[in-house]
């Protein structure tokens, strides 16, 4: 089971669109949920009987409650534009992993039953009726999807496409047929707060063996508080912050930060995650139910402000839907933005002369960056238009004298999935994670050739992990990926303020 | 999917981690092993142990940077890194050590 003889595509000599190979990652199928992961989210535990018709009266009611989602899947003519542009069809050069073919997927059903010539005519309009061999497509298809919507970037209709994507798993989890990875994992946070499973004194325990290790290192003692009421500043990080490498450096970072501007802060062990799953998911009802745990705390504990980690997708369901979801925060401080990025705040601080940052601390590394595909093309960052490109760089220019970005096709809002978001970050489909890497990892070698880089910061569990799997199968070591956070953590100077 | 162990059958989950932990026993967790291509050596054993340990104390798996420090702890510093626990457990520490040890696999962006 261990072994794995899985092996990297190899670069392309120019970033042209591969060749295609029909059906190769068909066989690709993530593990299905158990009933159990199921029911614990309301949904049936497995297909039965009249599935097929209540798919589509799911995607007839999705049609009413969004009526984007019927733009999306009416506009598009088929120009190709998006062909090119998914990590996915490069790295497997399966045609349905074409943005615009696996969109089909869906919108072929949406042809038969909601439109006049799909209902007349299928044949001639490419509509299809509802069968087990088109779920099961879905099935494959839409889990090699990491609705990281850089296709959508190069859409002239400006088609978003992971709603797509969210809109064919919403109709599979409520026909019974969902994904265990995601799955489970939400019904962990419902009942113990976070993805990893982790309990209240188990997060006491890790995050007192922070505080020793940066007293051990530092000689200052940093804290790293759970559930104190009265703090100033809820941080909301992803529970991976508290259980993996790199992550947890990035927390130890974000620590640092708040010991030196001397500002109170806690995480708190009932929300003790900032990743909202349910939005892979494609859920309002359970996307809704993980970010009430975020309001209820902030409350009880009385806060002034609410900070979210580095969390790629976690941002963007904060930025652009806490209010919708669980607001209104009117009970926060009006002074702050709801919700700010741990990376503005750090930002913020470095602009105000309030941190002291050494960059020669990181001397020892050329550092490139790795736009998550949540915060460049989902949200904003800071007040003026690019932030969310410009305020991570600016915060690790700050830490580091090296700084190379890679080629202006693959950052920013152009920037390549890591391979593994979406809900795609399992085991089960290293393969899929492997090669959906190889554009970026491209990328990444050509500035490692040109310019001796050394590590990729990044800003996003997710990425980190991801990054940490799959840069050893493209030869790079796994610690080449850094939180951005642990840059700061390193050049910060700790200790009394002038 | 399950394991056979002295002629009984032990569930197991589609990666091969055991659906009721109460199941573990030490034959189980060399069949495991041996299913993961591992020799294992009283090195590999302590760390086992300890992840159970933590694992009754806490319901979870350790973070891996508690497990290093808690091996550094107990056998000595030149134990207490990733790299050693990586050369025990090439799949990484977390996942196939919870794996032989009988935990449940930590879930999440991990």
Redesign the interface.
Known sequence: ???DKLEAPAYREFPSPPPLREGAMSHMHT?IAKPAHQEDLDWPGELEDGWEQRAVDKLGDLLKKNKALRVYLDSCVKCGACTDKCHYYIGTQDPKNMPVARQDLLRSVYRRYFTISGKLVPGLVGARDMTKDVLDEWYNYYHQCTECRRCSVFCPYGIDTAEITMAARDIMNHIGLGQK?SN??IG?VHKIG??????G??LV??ME??EE?VLDETGVDVKFPVDVHGADVLLVT???D????P??DGLIGYGKVFHQAGISWTVSSYASEA?NFALFAGSTEQMHKIARRIRKVAQEFGVKRIIFGE?GHAWRVAYSFLNTLAGPFDFLDPKYPVPQHILEFTYDLINRGALKLDPSANDDKVVTFHDSCNVARASRMGTRPGGQFNIPREVIKAAVNNYVDMNPETIHEKTFCCGGGGGL?T??LMELRVKGALPRMEALQEVVDSHGVTHIAAIC??C??QFAKVLPYYDFGMDMIISAHQLVGDAIQLGEKE | MSYEVNGKTIECD???YLEDIGEWSLDVAKIIAK????DMTDEHWEVIDYLREYYD????A?????LV?AIKKKFGPEKGN?KYLYELF??GP???ACKIAGL?K?????
């Open positions: 089971m261990a072994k593990f990875y489970e994992i962990k976070n993805n990893l499973g982790l309990p004194p188990a325990d890790t063996g922070l290790d992803p529970s991976a508290f259980f993996a490498e992550p947890v990743a969390c970050l085991d089960d569990a997710i980190k992990t | 589609e990666e091969g299913d993961e291509n591992l104390e806490y319901q979870i350790p973070a891996v940077r508690v420090k990733n090439p799949y977390a996942k196939q449940p930590p879930t999440g962006c991990v």
